[in-house]
């Protein structure tokens, strides 16, 4: 087992990282940037390490500069988080190159999922079923409309280095096509440096599904049941769900044995998200991410299970140590992810927190790196808490929930803290009949919604 590792990240997910590596004896290093100089992960680090400015360019992003610190500390592993470089195949060869662990999949895998075409032409090989659409890049618009027409409308254009909802556009007909396809090229080339697209049937009311799995070096794969993903705005989720009110017991194990069976195939490690549209009882792949998902934290709840800990034990070396059928679910949880953002306008709110006070009580958990006289910098991504509750049932979750959101307390900033208590109000919240279209119409103030379209 590792000694020492080093966490190459910032806020809540390094503190996440640093709190498995202290329950296991670990020594931890944490990295910042000079914006994050009195940062929580830096304060309880066991050393820490300076890499630059606060532009994340020039710090998070600096390869150099972290492979430099774990180095010079003696770091024996690198867990990346999530973000930055977290899905970053160069990154990762450059870690182990230089002889030191990283806690993630290999660069291989990290590439083949990474290239969306890649990922959809792997899965499709090994029998995981697909949103219908095109079978790789499409590079002219001439191409795309027969592809359209094939599928027919409306078609979904995407990035196929993408990620975050960026290069992703919608062409509800044919007149719509050619600056859907020109837009998404153009982002997808101004976000990632790659203007390929490929294009998939755009599914009018699907559920956004995701089963959590880890792989160890010996061929064993198991999942960890499935997270409903489906409350985002702008393609970024807001709140999460396990297990997901629509998914059958029946349904969960049969996706599980297709993804665990395909991934054993492929020689798979380590941590693992794939993600699914879920429409009229049937799955179709979008995408893996081949890293710990921010939403992680409701699947530990319901399974029991600390997926940082076990990404720290398969990068050691040792295996998992259990079979799917040792893995059992309990009670539902839900997690809220809370940010320094208007409620109503979504603009950022960076600042001096002046009041800080996180909710308590049986089956709820707050995971965060923010505290009393902290400043909120602007360079970063506003997630400031995770707020994630556990029930027997769903309604005991959803009640919970309320009553937390109640008590947290925040002051200084502007949080989303309103929006999410008015989505746990909402009807069809409740009912659990929301698809992935919902929340946007639901910020928008639109009527009708209570059948969750």
Known sequence: MFTKILIANRGEIALRVQRACREMGIATVAVHSTADADAMHVRLADESVCIGPPSARESYLNRSAIISAALITGAQAIHPGYGFLSENADFAEMVEAHG??????????????????????????????????????????EAARE???????????????????????????????????????????????????????????PR?????????????????????????????????????????AAARDALGKIVTDALQKIGYRNAGTLEFLYQDEQFSFIEMNTRLQVEHPVTEMVSDVDLVREQIRISAGEELGYSQ?????????????????????????????????????????TDSAIYAGYRVPPHYDSLIAKLIVH?????????????????????????????HRRILEDPAFIAGTYTIHWLERFVAGEDGLKDGA
């Open 100 to 141: 030191i662990a990283f806690i993630g999949p290999s660069p291989t895998h990290i590439r083949m999922m990474g290239d969306k075409i890649t990922a959809k032409t792997t899965m499709l090989a090994l029998g995981v079923p697909l949103v219908p659409g095109s079978p790789g890049e499409v590079e002219t618009l």
């Open 391 to 419: 029930g027997r049932n769903r309604p005991e979750a959803i009640a919970r929930m309320r009553r937390a959101l109640d008590e947290f307390a925040i002051s200084g900033i502007k949080t989303t803290i309103p929006l």
């Open 208 to 248: 956004h599904i995701e089963l959590q799995v880890l792989a160890d070096n010996h061929g064993h794969v198991v999942h960890f049941g499935e997270r409903d993903c489906s409350l985002q705005r702008r393609h970024q989720k807001l709140l999460e769900e396990a297990g997901s009110p629509v998914i059958t």
């Open 147 to 205: 592809i359209a027409a094939h599928i027919k409308y409306p078609v979904l254009i995407k990035a196929a280095a993408g990620g975050g909802g960026r290069g992703m556009k919608v062409a509800q007909d044919e007149a719509g096509l050619e600056d859907a396809f020109r837009l998404a090229r153009a982002e997808a080339q101004a976000a990632f440096g790659n203007n390929a697209v490929y294009i998939e049937k755009y599914l009018d009311k």
């Open 325 to 365: 059928s040792d893995i059992t679910f309990r009670g539902h949880a839900i997690e809220c992810r809370i940010t320094a953002e208007d409620p109503e306008t979504f603009a950022p709110s960076p600042g001096l927190v002046s009041l800080f006070h996180p909710p308590g009580g049986l089956g709820v958990r």
